[in-house]
């Protein structure tokens, strides 16, 4: 998926951190943040600094994550103690005093892109817990907030990876046979063919009572469950973006391909309409992959 680079924002952040030893330049890089930001935060947790001298701290901590992941995403592993630093901090402030709603989204969310970088490692997982728990602290005063409801449905396809992965091989060992789960146009000109066809349906649904496919299903539904709610939430705002529509429709395609061939079109028909209504936005190009599933697909949904 395409992200944004955060610039403009990181520049209007950086106009509410104060002057003085808390300041961050933003036109410093360096290649590990353990020489300075990271021992001020340590330093800081039980020191006598002001709220907002606290959240200015991470706020640049966050501006210097965000900077690695525009500038050089392969550091990912030089950031993840400062990560954790900066949602220690911010567990001991209520995030109504972190700043506007516009600021707690945007920290939330740059914390959340390092998150899922790599979801299987382990020493990502508290950050992502805590962008979860932060993303639901939002949506208990604001049920419809739209960067929550995304955050979430993210994180959520994020945690079906490695189910997904798993699930990906076991289809490819079966695809010989045809057996595969995704959409397809069957033709019954023989008696073989339809005999073919039973054998692969039998197959596909045996194979979606297995563990992967089981585990991945417990993801997958509520991912598309708050990215569902997102896209509403967008179109009512008239935010709609194809980012949000493309993972939505990525969702969809991947709870197709782990759920039952008795119900799994509906699942497909959904991603495609999604991919449709993506193709249709100004200025938004779908992904190779997206847009070769678009047109093998597209065409068995009217």
């Keep these: 998926m395409q992200s944004r680079s955060g610039t403009g924002e990181d520049a209007c952040i950086s106009q509410h951190i ?8 933003q036109t410093t890089t360096s290649t590990s943040p353990d020489a300075d930001l990271l021992p001020q935060l340590r330093l800081e947790m039980n020191s006598t600094l002001t709220t907002e001298q606290r959240v200015a701290l991470c706020k640049a901590a966050v501006i210097r994550i965000r900077t690695m992941l525009r500038e050089s995403p392969g550091d990912w592993r030089d950031y993840v103690n400062l990560a954790h630093m900066v949602t220690q901090h911010l567990e001991t ?3 109504a005093q ?14 959340q892109q390092l998150a899922l970088l790599n979801m299987s490692d382990a020493t990502l997982a508290g950050v992502a817990m805590w962008c979860s728990r932060a993303w639901l602290g939002i949506l208990v005063r604001e049920q419809e907030n739209l960067a929550a409801l995304h955050g979430i449905g993210r994180l959520w396809l994020a945690r079906a990876q490695p189910a997904l992965t798993r ?28 005999r073919q066809s039973l054998q692969a349906t039998r197959e596909a649904e045996t194979r979606v009572g297995m563990p992967d496919y089981i585990e991945a299903r417990g993801f997958l539904q509520p991912a598309t469950e708050y990215l569902e709610r997102a896209v509403a939430s ?11 529509l493309s993972v939505t429709a990525e969702a969809y395609m991947s709870l197709g391909n782990t759920s039952s061939p008795r119900i799994n079109e509906d699942y497909y ?14 200025d938004y190009t779908l992904s190779r992959y997206l847009a070769g599933y678009l047109e093998e697909y597209g065409r068995l949904v009217e």
Excluded at 18 to 25: E, I, L, M, Q, W
Excluded at 234 to 244: H, T, Y
């Design 234 to 244: 967008a179109r009512s705002q008239n935010l709609l973006s194809g980012d949000l």
């Design 18 to 25: 104060p002057s003085g030893r808390h300041t961050y330049d």
């Design 167 to 194: 699930v990906h091989r076991i289809d490819g060992s079966n695809s010989s046979s045809g057996s595969s789960s995704r959409p397809s146009v069957v033709s019954f000109t023989s008696s073989e063919d339809e």
């Design 98 to 111: 972190v700043g506007p709603l516009s600021e707690r989204t945007w920290m939330i969310a740059s914390l």
């Design 93 to 95: 402030i209520p995030l």
């Design 269 to 282: 028909r959904r991603a495609v309409r999604l991919l449709r209504a993506a193709t249709l936005l100004p």
